[in-house]
């Protein structure tokens, strides 16, 4: 059973920064892409970044130079630093995990930023 824990989420004013961490039961170099998504009421969840198992990233286009993913395997966990934090930003952040065909998901964390 693989799990995932959220941490690292907070109020924030626009223009701050935070750094979000997922830290996962076992090792995350088996897992072939994790990512952060998010969501806010009635809206479907979006896609934020994903790390690849070969290192490659991708992110949403509204995250793009502002947000990074990295992956830290010896300490099983990924990250999400977001910088020059919008209102717009505000959601819960879901950490996911894909092994295969299996999809893992974390509780999620709330993200608030305040104009």
């Known amino acids: 059973q693989v799990q995932l824990v959220e941490s690292g989420g907070g109020l924030v004013q626009a223009g701050g920064s935070l750094r979000l961490s997922c830290a996962a039961s076992g090792s995350i170099s088996r897992f072939n892409a994790m990512g952060w998504y998010r969501q806010t009421p009635g809206k479907q969840r979006e896609l934020v970044a994903r790390?690849?198992?070969?290192?490659?990233?991708n992110y949403a286009d509204s995250m793009k130079g502002r947000f990074t993913i990295s992956r830290d395997n010896a300490k099983n966990t990924v990250y999400l630093q977001m910088n020059s934090l919008k209102p717009e930003d505000t959601a819960v952040y879901f950490c996911?995990?894909?092994?295969?065909?299996?999809?893992?998901w974390g509780q999620g964390t709330q993200v608030t930023v305040s104009s």
């Open positions: 790390a690849f198992i070969g290192g490659s990233t």
């Open positions: 996911n995990a894909d092994l295969y065909a299996d999809h893992y």
